[in-house]
């Protein structure tokens, strides 16, 4: 990323200016119509500017190569599985491999069945983790939806509808278990303050080291470089 790189984008919505510096880039918002400067904002934060950009480069660095073919490694559950390609009927986990079925490959592509069967994967240990807590939780979610958010791993409605990424299957057990109480949470307390966090502590006693986790091996949890 290059500071003199960076995108302008005016917003309807935007009350004020503001920066937005991420793995995808820095970005300036300003409200439509306004006077201000962009050139002016960025000299006025530069150094802050090239301090994000240089823990964000950090990121990309790690961002993997992801291939779709046979022999690649893809993750799953924080473990690494070899990506395979036989004769079986359906897709599943065999010992230390993701095995896709070869028929159902040769009606599509490696990448389609393959995030087929995260989605099948993902909504099946969501489900039963969201059955679990509820109780515990005391809340009554209603349906569960498996999106690809490119910056979001969980998310609720005003109607307790469920949405989680299905990228979130990559992520380790520990991981995936918080993010499904913090949105089971969200449907006592709707906001991140004071009470919400006391009821995410009870429920998942040291919840910050999971949202850290998340935060610092996110662009890890790619499905293709879209996802950025």
Same mark, same amino acid.
């Given at each position: 990323m290059d500071i003199d790189d960076i995108k302008v984008v005016k917003s309807k919505r935007?009350?004020?200016?503001r920066i937005e510096v991420s793995v995808r880039g820095v970005k300036v918002v300003i409200p439509e119509g306004s006077g201000i400067d962009p050139r002016q904002i960025i000299a006025d934060k530069r150094q802050w500017i090239e301090k994000k950009i240089a823990k964000f480069e950090s990121q990309r660095r790690r961002i993997p190569e992801r291939k779709f073919e046979a022999g690649a490694c893809w993750p799953y559950l924080g473990d690494d599985y070899s990506l395979a390609i036989n004769g079986e009927k359906n897709h599943k986990i065999v010992a230390e491999e993701i095995v896709l079925a070869e028929k159902k490959v040769n009606k599509s592509t490696v990448k389609d069945e393959l995030e087929k069967f995260y989605r099948k994967q993902a909504r099946s240990y969501f489900t039963s983790l969201v059955e679990d807590w509820a109780g515990q939780i005391k809340v009554n979610p209603n349906r569960i939806f498996i999106r $690809?958010?490119?910056t979001r791993w969980g #998310?609720? #409605?005003?109607? $307790?509808n469920l949405n989680f990424n299905f990228r979130l299957i990559m992520a380790p057990p520990p991981v995936v278990e918080y993010m499904i109480v913090h949105e089971l949470c969200h449907l006592r307390e709707r906001n991140h303050g004071a009470k919400? !966090?006391?009821l995410l502590e009870f429920h998942c006693p040291g919840y910050r080291k999971q949202e850290r986790w998340? !935060?610092?091996n996110s662009v890890?949890?790619?499905f293709t470089r879209n996802d950025l």
């Open positions: 935007a009350r004020r200016h $690809n958010q490119r #998310s609720c #409605s005003s109607k $307790n919400f !966090k006391q998340l !935060k610092e890890e949890l790619i």
